[in-house]
């Protein structure tokens, strides 16, 4: 994994070609057009599908986000320790026009003048395509190594823009503060894509998993997906005058119980 480390700290993004098998890639597309079905879908962003809390709605999602090659890049980019912020979905469709380059999840934080892996990225991304991306379909748009400049997303010339091309499965890590955005999807077909947004264990998450997850997957889950879920690192509530309350999940190790102490 050196050259994919490498790549995230210098260019703000790495590759994992094939990291999905053709049959995972079927069962994710077959899952998300569920998804889309339901009435629940996001409006946010008209002619893009886009769905959330997948983790929630199919194995396949849950398998997926936990495949090792992702989690030793995302564990690179934000500890061994972090956790799942949201798996969602966006979808462009047919004449869907190209999104603004822009920063995901928060503005621009600069590395400082000490070991910059201790504290950022906060957030990173796992865009998987689903669909091949061709310059036609709504291809990703990235600008290398933006994830260290203080420059403002409207301003970049198109000259630096580059374009994530593959073939269905393969996975596009990116730092959250690479510069980035959808392409206009010109063709007649749904580019599917999935998107396992991830954050440190100290950055609150899109998606609070520790509620919106069924007790019987909890029940069921990995060690690894608890954790992904924030079992793990949870904000205790005071139920009654020092009696701390944690949502309880069987296995996990909560980082820090009012109750019991901080591990
Ligand atoms: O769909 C893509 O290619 C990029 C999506 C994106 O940047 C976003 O949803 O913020």
Redesign the pocket.
């Known amino acids: 994994m050196e050259t994919p480390f490498r790549e995230l700290d210098e260019q703000g993004y790495t590759v994992l070609e094939d990291l999905l098998t053709s049959q995972q890639v079927e069962k994710a597309i077959e899952a998300l057009r569920g998804s889309y079905q339901e009435s629940q879908v996001s409006a946010h ?1 008209p002619g ?1 599908l886009r769905t959330h809390n997948l983790t929630a709605r199919a194995g396949i999602f849950r398998e997926i986000i936990q495949l090792p090659r992702l989690v030793a890049c995302m564990a690179h980019l934000l500890g061994s320790d972090y956790i799942l912020s949201d798996m969602g979905a ?3 469709s047919p004449g869907m026009a190209a ?1 603004g380059l ?1 920063r ?1 999840g928060g503005p621009f934080v600069p590395n400082p003048p000490y070991n910059a892996h201790m504290v950022l990225p906060l957030a990173a ?1 796992s ?1 998987m395509a689903l669909s091949a ?1 061709t310059a036609e379909n ?4 990235l600008v290398p190594g933006s994830h260290l400049r203080d420059i403002d997303s409207a301003t970049v010339p198109v000259e630096e823009e580059r374009l ?1 091309l593959c073939d269905p499965g393969a996975v596009l890590i990116y730092d959250n503060r690479m510069i ?4 206009a999807n010109t063709t007649g077909e749904i ?1 599917y ?1 999935v ?1 396992g947004f991830c954050c440190r264990s100290t950055t609150s998450p899109f998606c609070d998993h520790t509620r919106s997850i069924a007790k019987e997957l909890v029940e069921k889950a990995t060690p690894l997906l608890r954790r992904l879920w924030g079992f793990e690192c949870q904000s205790a509530w005071e139920e009654s005058p020092r009696e701390f309350k944690i949502v309880e999940a069987p296995g996990a190790q909560p980082r820090f119980d009012y109750n019991r102490g901080i591990r």
């Open positions: 962003e893009s966006r979808s462009p999104q822009h995901d991304q865009l991306f709504g291809a990703t748009r994530f980035h955005g959808g392409g580019r894509a998107q």
